[in-house]
């Protein structure tokens, strides 16, 4: 499997808990987040949300949806957020969210490997537009977060 690490940052005027209730509320992203195609809750977790389950299909400006599940791991509210990925990509998802006078950081990490033998064997050339790709979903997603909040998004990495 080939494997891929990215570091995504968003900046909001917004506070934390405001932008924590978005991206938490994952079945809601198709409404706001340009590239979900599906997020659909699976099955529900723990009273913290620990155990919950989605589906999600993303497809980008590479004409090919990326499907996979993402079981939630580990839940602290309204600091991190994490999961873990299975199905067309494999490996683990944190969101991260830091606050200081009404301005949020949200630091996002997401370590996986395809599982799809076409994407591994193109892997070596492919890297490159994969990575592409996957930074401008990331960019969407956080205009899309701004216009949702209606709150500025003061940077974007």
């Known amino acids: 499997m080939a494997g891929y690490s990215f570091l995504t940052t968003w900046v909001l005027g917004a506070e934390r808990g405001r932008i924590w209730e978005a991206i938490y509320a994952s079945e809601r992203w198709p409404e706001w987040w340009p590239g979900v195609e599906v997020a659909e809750l699976l099955a529900e977790g723990d009273e913290r949300g620990v155990g919950q ?7 980008s400006t590479i004409p090919y949806a990326v499907e996979f599940e993402i079981e939630t791991t580990r839940v602290e509210r309204p600091h991190l957020l994490e999961g873990r990925a ?8 944190r969101w991260r969210f830091f ?4 301005v949020t950081a949200v630091v996002y990490e997401w370590n996986v490997s395809t599982t799809k033998r076409w994407m591994n064997v193109i892997a070596p050339v492919a890297r490159p537009v994969f990575r592409w790709n996957h930074d401008q979903v990331m960019r969407a997603g956080g205009r899309g977060l701004a216009r949702l909040l209606d709150a500025p998004l003061l940077a974007s990495s």
Not at 53 to 59: D, F, L, T
Not at 86 to 93: A, D, K, V
Not at 99 to 102: F, I, R, V
């Open 53 to 59: 389950r989605g589906r999600y299909v993303w497809r």
């Open 86 to 93: 299975t199905g067309g990509l494999e490996g683990t998802g």
């Open 99 to 102: 606050e200081h006078a009404g």
